[in-house]
């Protein structure tokens, strides 16, 4: 999802005293009351979707072109 994809900093508090923080680069830090990160997620961890829908953030599916339609010939040639 940080493929040239660039995020606007947030923070969330947290039930716990501490917050979550979205950085510019996807990166999510879990901040502790005292301020020291407990557990940073990168875009590419396998558990970031899981902290990034706090944020309103969803994964990017990458997508596939749909192949071209191949003509088809529904009524017979009449010459």
Do not use: Y
């Not at 923070?11 to 009351?33: C, M, R, T």
Request: hydrophobic share 30%; aromatic share 6%.
């Amino acid at each position: 999802m940080s493929d040239g994809h660039r995020f606007r900093r947030h923070e969330l508090e947290l039930a716990d005293g501490g917050k979550l923080v979205l950085n510019v680069d996807g990166s999510i830090d879990h901040v502790d009351d005292h301020g020291a990160t407990a557990r940073s997620w990168a875009p590419d961890d396998p558990e970031w979707p899981d902290q990034a829908l706090r944020f309103g953030l969803r994964p990017e599916v990458p997508t596939v072109a749909p192949a071209g339609r191949r003509p088809t010939e529904t009524k017979p040639k009449r010459w």
